[in-house]
């Protein structure tokens, strides 16, 4: 069992560099749950990636479903990531109902059907990116943070997404929410076809706007966080410099921040919870 939460450690540390950045600042006997649940979401997450079609996609999506549900004991024992997960959810009593929520969330992952509006999009990132943030203070605290969850999901699932754009794009999906576009007056044959216009950044703009207002939402909340949770939330603190940054960026060309500057955030940020926000 060590070697699975040590090759989850691992992964997170490859994948995810600002989660791995993040649980360094938990007691240690606290990482390899939180390693494990980040391994788990790197796994479902880079199902399109690795699959590269819907069907064998869903065929992997349900092979965590069914692990979850207690089946396949032998194929999880033999799969580091799904050993630990399973270990990780008996130790620390996880519900396994959020990383069910999360699973069938990532379905919409493996097609080219547009988001349609800000509220779906919304609802997509509290099942993937707020369950995460969730179970992760539940790992360190047996507590829940349910309205800082899902904030801070929404504001980190809107930066990944425009960091992600011009990437979706090219392969024809569309996070961005269409009745933003459609409001802005940018039809979808521009996206895919990799054209910058006015109403294109002005309607990043508007999103970018949403996830500053989650960020805004749990700035007290988080300022009156247990301690002890605040580790599951340091990822958080690289979010809004992001947001900042894709100010002064073209849509196809986001900026990104580098990996020392966003190190460097996440350990201002656990020296000074407040700052996860800002």
């Known amino acids: 069992m060590l070697d699975a939460f040590a090759f989850c450690a691992e992964l997170v540390r490859n994948n995810d560099r600002d989660a791995f950045v993040a649980s360094l600042f938990a007691p240690a006997e606290s990482?390899?749950?939180?390693?494990?649940l980040y391994a788990f979401n790197i796994e479902v997450t880079r199902v399109r990636d690795v699959a590269h079609a819907?069907?064998?996609?869903?065929?992997?999506?349900?092979?965590w479903t069914d692990v979850l549900a207690g089946e396949r004991a032998g194929e999880a024992h033999a799969n580091p990531v799904a050993a630990a997960?399973?270990?990780?959810?008996?130790?620390?009593?996880l519900p396994v109902a959020v990383?069910?929520?999360?699973?069938?969330?990532?379905?919409?992952?493996?097609?080219?059907d547009p988001m349609a509006s800000v509220s779906d999009l919304k609802a997509y990132a509290r099942s993937t990116?707020?369950?995460?943030?969730?179970?992760?203070?539940?790992?360190?605290?047996?507590?829940?943070?349910?309205?800082?969850a899902e904030h801070a999901g929404i504001a980190s699932t809107i930066a990944g997404l425009l960091i992600a754009f011009p990437r979706h794009a090219a392969r024809g999906q569309l996070y961005v929410p269409a009745d933003i576009l459609?409001?802005?007056?940018?039809?979808?044959?521009?996206v895919f076809g990799g054209r910058?216009?006015?109403?294109?950044?002005?309607?990043?703009?508007?999103?970018?706007?949403?996830?500053?207002?989650?960020?805004?939402?749990?700035?007290?909340?988080?300022?009156?966080?247990?301690?002890?949770?605040?580790?599951?939330?340091?990822?958080?603190?690289?979010t809004g410099p992001l947001l900042d940054r894709l100010d002064r960026s073209e849509p196809f060309a986001p900026k990104q921040l580098s990996p020392l500057r966003r190190q460097w955030l996440i350990w201002r940020a656990s020296r000074n919870p407040q700052r996860i926000t800002r």
């Open 196 to 238: 910058s216009s006015a109403g294109l950044s002005a309607a990043l703009a508007e999103l970018r706007k949403v996830g500053r207002d989650g960020l805004a939402a749990i700035r007290e909340p988080i300022a009156a966080m247990v301690r002890a949770a605040i580790p599951a939330v340091l990822p958080l603190a690289v």
């Open 129 to 148: 990116s707020s369950g995460l943030f969730g179970l992760a203070a539940r790992v360190l605290t047996s507590t829940t943070i349910e309205s800082v």
């Open 85 to 93: 997960l399973l270990a990780a959810i008996e130790r620390h009593d």
């Open 31 to 36: 990482r390899g749950a939180l390693h494990a």
């Open 99 to 112: 990383l069910l929520e999360l699973i069938e969330a990532r379905r919409f992952d493996l097609y080219d």
């Open 182 to 190: 459609e409001r802005h007056g940018v039809p979808l044959h521009d």
């Open 54 to 63: 819907a069907l064998p996609g869903e065929i992997r999506l349900q092979w």
